[in-house]
């Protein structure tokens, strides 16, 4: 089960930290990413944290502003969302995934198994 948390409305330029709890099954993943999707668009990786490769994978729209990290267990991965621009607003689930990630396809949403209901990213002054 993956849960997210943190959403909510920041103006731009502002953070936020959002916040995926993994229990049961899904704590035996290999890669743990985050996508969004804005009303019209389709859904998009935003970042990828790779356990197999100990490795990170970004968007490039994201690239320097935000950070995926990792609690001291896999239960909890967080997603540092730092100056915000009206371009991220959406929906942002977090995606569990129990095969082998690919460095030059980190965001391929088939080879996530498991995906949370998402938290809502508002960014508006």
């Known amino acids: 089960q993956l849960v997210e948390s943190g959403g909510g409305l920041a103006q731009p330029g502002g953070s936020l930290r959002l916040s995926c709890a993994v229990s049961g099954y899904t704590l035996d993943y290999n890669g743990i990413a985050w996508f969004r999707q804005a009303p019209g668009k389709d859904r998009e990786g935003v970042s990828c944290l790779s356990i197999t490769e100990n490795s990170t994978y970004y968007a490039d729209s994201v690239k320097g502003r935000f950070t995926i990290s990792r609690g001291n267990t896999k239960t909890t991965v967080f997603l540092q969302m730092n100056d915000l621009k009206p371009e991220d607003p959406g929906v942002y689930y977090c995606?569990?995934?129990?095969?082998?990630?690919?460095?030059?396809?980190?965001?391929?949403?088939?080879?996530?198994?498991?995906w949370g209901q998402g938290t809502q990213v508002t960014v508006s002054s």
């Open positions: 995606a569990t995934g129990h095969t082998h990630i690919v460095p030059s396809h980190p965001f391929v949403p088939l080879i996530y198994d498991d």
